[in-house]
């Protein structure tokens, strides 16, 4: 019963280094959307992909964070040059056919990124 | 226990009473809800959601209760029992965003409840 995946639990990068985060979406599912928790806050949407494609981006910031689902392995949050605010549980979701009434999203356990 | 102030962060109750958490949401055009579990550590955990288009909604020990009128929706607890502690988020998505997924979280509600 394999649900959201995601890796590493924990990553550590000092300020300037590249962050590379890893979800594996539910089997069967093609939707993945990824969300950032700030400490003692709810989460805030950051982008929605299917396979190959950037579907909604309005959440990532302009600069610095890239996000893709190529047609084989797992979605990549990527966030270069990282600075201390960058520091955050990134969340990742997986949906089939989009999120819908009868598809919620399941988020996996996240990743959580210290910048030192 | 009841959260009756919707800034109220947390919620402590007796083992065995019922929990009611409350949330306002924001977008009158909003029109599906979603109440998610947080344990410390995990990843938001899926407990019940709602079309604007229902007033009510039951699952396992806990109802969802919408009221489009006042943009209030309410998750309630029933038997409250130690292994619901957590952060309680409701969610809204917005009509005719074309993306259910992409949703907008509340602040959050820690429910505590004492053995």
């Known amino acids: 019963n394999a649900g959201v995946m995601q890796n590493p639990r924990h990553l550590v990068r000092r300020r300037g280094q590249e962050a590379r985060l890893r979800c594996s979406p539910v089997?069967?599912?093609?939707?993945v959307y990824w969300y950032r928790q700030l400490p003692e806050e709810g989460l805030k949407f950051m982008v929605y992909?299917?396979?190959?494609?950037?579907?909604?981006e309005s959440g990532m910031p302009k600069e610095r964070f890239s996000a893709e689902f190529p047609k084989e392995g797992p979605s990549i949050l990527r966030i270069q040059q990282v600075v201390r605010g960058d520091s955050a549980a990134y969340f990742c979701?997986?949906?089939?056919?989009?999120?819908?009434?009868?598809?919620?999203?399941?988020f996996g356990n996240g990743t959580r990124l210290t910048v030192t | 226990g009841e959260n009756v102030g919707l800034h109220l962060p947390t919620l402590s109750v007796q083992e065995g009473d019922n929990s009611i958490i409350n949330c306002a949401y924001s977008?009158?055009?909003?029109?599906?809800f979603i109440w998610y579990k947080q344990e410390s550590g995990k990843g938001p955990q899926f407990i019940i959601d709602?079309?604007?288009?229902?007033d009510k909604r039951q699952g396992q020990r806990v109802t969802v209760l919408l009221n489009k009128t006042v943009k209030h929706l309410s998750l309630q607890i029933a038997a409250t029992q130690p292994g619901d502690s957590a952060v309680y988020f409701c969610?809204?998505?917005?009509?005719?965003?074309?993306?259910?997924?992409?949703?907008?979280f509340g602040q959050g509600t820690t429910l505590q409840v004492k053995p």
């Open positions: 979701a997986s949906s089939g056919g989009g999120a819908s009434y009868n598809s919620p999203l399941h």
């Open positions: 992909l299917q396979k190959e494609n950037i579907i909604d």
């Open positions: 969610a809204e998505n917005l009509e005719g965003s074309g993306n259910t997924g992409k949703l907008i």
């Open positions: 089997k069967g599912h093609s939707h």
């Open positions: 977008n009158s055009a909003s029109d599906y």
């Open positions: 709602i079309r604007s288009n229902m």
